[in-house]
DNA sequence: GAGTTTTTGAGGTGCGTACCTCAGAAAACA
DNA sequence: TGTTTTCTGAGGTACGCACCTCAAAAACTC
């Protein structure tokens, strides 16, 4: 027998269609006996709603919101792009994204944008926004009031949020640890950047390098963070007064934004051949600083990746059906020169 | 206007439904001067099929084949339980996927065994096989005879194949070098085992490597290739001989299978912490080398990747339909313990 | 057992496409 | 000109499902 239809599961059940998709669609007017019989014909058939011929006939259409910060960052860039060409014809059917910009730290700026949503134009949001109280709650309303949520990049796993996108940020913190510790044979101080310690990812991609460097390289002496606060001429000036000031510089983690100033600043104090660096995201940037050799690698997740994977769930999670989970976990990306794509 | 049908077509061309149906199947009987009308508004107000309406309506069946070698390679094991897992539902819907196994290093046999594949009982196929020209002559004969045809992992590339779903060999090879060079600070030789040289990817995989060494890297010196033809005891004496005899052994190079007994022998011959070990794919045995610490890197290309691509890929090629080519580029994955899984 | 409420059945329509038939129009040929 | 061939139109059915209506049946109530 083939794939079987509703209209088998009321041959069998001994009901008319109706009552099937009564039951199926779990519309009210059905006995509980009736229910349970529909329901153990639906098992035992092994019967799976044809999706693609339910959305035909429900002229369903998936309205998303994809919340991205604002501001110049390359890598919200390149997601931004990703997000674009995975939710266009051809490759997506019945979908209409919406991309929004948030302000990048500014909470209550973030709340505000959320709340102009209205929640009767969309079934689900995608949302990439340092954890707050206020965001929080944002976002919890909005799941409240029926919209799928997942959390993209940066999670907030005390709210409401369905699913989170995105990649373990303190592994990908050891991981940065070990291949600055292998990489970098020299004992010496490490430098760590980044715009801001405020979003989850960031904070917990340091605590992940400091893991992994206290346990396993001693040779290293990890120097507090700095925050460059997305002001490109503070990053670069503290990256020279490093340079600089500290003979025993060996290494470079940049855990943010701001990689053009890095490499800017490195190139220019001709520090370049004894430091390792190593950043996170491929942009174009950072993409040049692999090729040239500034960069010892890139801790990256894929974009397209994570672009495809927050679209899936989100239908996925909009038509109540079993999520593939193996095809969600975003890996941790290590690049080097030799394996850029 | 929303997404425009077939009858919006009909309408503007002025032709009638069945015409522009003739047109879009590209069905005969239909004047030059017709199509090209049809074709010039298809154009302008952008249509775009529907695809899961057009399969419904079709009624359609995919049905794959996919050819992988038999044997005990945990990595095709690996391969197979993602094929497996991709193409059942609900995940895949209208598929019928059936995986056939052919002898790992038998061209004649692989011959045979896609003789036997009947082309009028097959949409596509995916094949994963060593490149002699029977091989490729097999392959031309089932394109020939109308199949869609994609390589899986190891390419043939001067073969029919509609596509190649694998990651460039020599840059992994190249990637193993890199971090060879850069994880094993000591000068010494580095020993380079697979289990056959015979298919295009382990040859490349050496170029690559070779390559990286060469440039980057004169400290180490890189031993020839020994080939342990999938037999278990050789492999294991191939390593124990090596560890005992050749003081200045720093590295292994691990191109194929066969890892678990590269394990097991440096286990024995107590020489696990002088040792820098990289291999391919992530199986069972490297993630427990990963975690012990025996392996310092893995090289991988991700099966649930492989497989997924490698539907979708023949899918699309079925469906006539344009491909989304980033999303079918396969990575090469660096793993370490750091970042597993 | 009459009246009320709750369940159920039968049937229809539509989503966007594929594919079929048959008659009639237009073009090409003699 | 008539005849053949080549196009084209009108219409239908089907795919698997969602969603609607209306009437009939069954289950309750008092």
């Known amino acids: ?73 390359q890598f919200v860039g390149t997601l931004r792009a990703a997000i674009k060409e995975a939710s266009s014809p051809p490759v997506a059917d019945r979908l209409a994204v919406n991309l929004v910009t948030i302000p990048s730290h500014d909470p209550h700026g973030i709340v505000q944008r959320l709340r102009g949503l209205n929640p009767a134009r969309y079934d689900g949001l995608a949302i990439m926004a340092p954890e707050t109280p206020q965001v929080r709650d944002a976002v919890d309303r909005l799941k ?43 004992a010496g101080e490490v430098l760590v950047v980044t715009n801001s310690l405020r979003s989850r990812d960031s904070l917990e991609r340091r605590l992940g390098f400091d893991a992994a460097m206290s346990e396993e390289f001693r ?46 600043a490195v190139q220019h104090s001709g520090a370049a051949g004894r430091l390792c660096i190593i950043a996170h995201e491929l942009t174009p940037t950072t993409k040049a600083g692999l090729r040239s050799g500034e960069l010892a690698a890139v801790i990256n ?35 080097v020169r030799e394996n850029l794509p």
């Open 1 to 73: 027998m083939n794939k079987p239809t509703v209209h088998d599961i009321a041959k069998e059940a001994g009901v008319s269609l109706a009552t099937v998709d009564r039951v199926l669609n779990a519309r009210p007017g059905v006995r509980e006996a009736t229910i349970a019989k529909v329901q153990a014909v639906v098992d035992r058939l092994g019967y799976v709603r044809d999706t693609s011929a339910a959305n035909l006939a429900r002229q369903r259409q998936y309205r998303f919101a994809f919340a991205l910060p604002e501001g110049p960052s």
């Open 144 to 186: 409240e009031s029926g919209l799928a949520v997942v959390t993209l990049v940066s999670d907030l796993p005390n709210s409401m949020r369905d699913y989170f996108v995105g990649i373990n940020s303190i592994a990908a913190g050891r991981t940065a640890g070990l291949l600055m510790g292998r990489f970098n044979g020299r």
């Open 219 to 264: 040779h290293l002496t990890v120097l507090p963070t700095i925050e460059s606060y997305d002001d490109p001429r503070r990053m670069e000036a503290v990256v020279c007064d490093a340079t600089a000031d500290r003979p025993n510089l060996t290494g470079i983690y940049s855990m943010g934004s701001g990689n053009t100033q890095i490499v800017k």
């Open 301 to 335: 997740q894929n974009v397209g990746h994570l672009a495809r994977s927050a679209l899936r769930v989100l239908r996925t999670l909009c038509d109540k059906a079993p999520m593939f989970e193996a095809q969600e976990r975003v890996r941790i990306e290590i690049v």
